[in-house]
């Protein structure tokens, strides 16, 4: 099979942080443990491009996500054909929320959902938490858009 009928791209973005492709490489690598390899080129101070060379990484990748690098948030879009990585938005981030004290009857996927879209976009609910005996406790995966401001108690 060509490799690159396997290969997908990731591109993110990170704030105020030059750092060498290199170290990055070697320190994700070594966290990721890619099944084919990966290898990250440098577009620009703040844009490096991730290539990914097996569907199972890019999902592993993701699923797991949201990743960081000497404490600065990677902000990461899976690239399709035609996206130009300079360009791409990197605005939204993915990231499991543990919400905790809920009563008795607050754990259907329904308040999950309200839950979700009140904190950022709802994108899926874990429903092993429920079913695991934790009681009062909901792990939802939201999608944040890093440009606004989180939302707190009045």
């Known amino acids: 099979m060509d490799v690159e009928q396997n290969m997908a791209d990731l591109s993110h973005g990170m704030r105020r942080m030059r750092c060498c492709s290199w170290s990055m490489q070697t320190t994700l690598t070594n966290i990721w443990h ?13 844009r490096y491009l991730f290539r990914l060379y097996h569907t199972v990484d ?4 993701k699923v797991e996500g949201p990743w ?4 600065h948030l990677l902000i990461m879009h899976q690239l ?13 981030v993915d990231f499991w929320v543990l ?8 754990m259907p996927e329904m308040v999950a959902k309200q839950l979700g879209n009140f904190i950022g976009v709802f994108l899926e609910y874990d429903v092993k938490v429920v079913s695991l005996g934790y009681k009062g406790i909901m792990r939802v995966r939201v999608r944040l858009d890093i440009r606004k401001l989180l939302k707190c108690e009045q």
């Open 34 to 46: 890619s099944i084919e390899g990966i290898s990250i080129s440098n577009k620009n101070e703040r």
């Open 58 to 61: 890019v999902k592993i990748i």
């Open 68 to 71: 960081n690098f000497n404490s």
């Open 80 to 92: 399709k054909d035609g996206d130009e990585p300079m360009v791409v938005p990197l605005f939204t």
């Open 99 to 106: 919400i905790h004290d809920l009563p008795d009857g607050f």
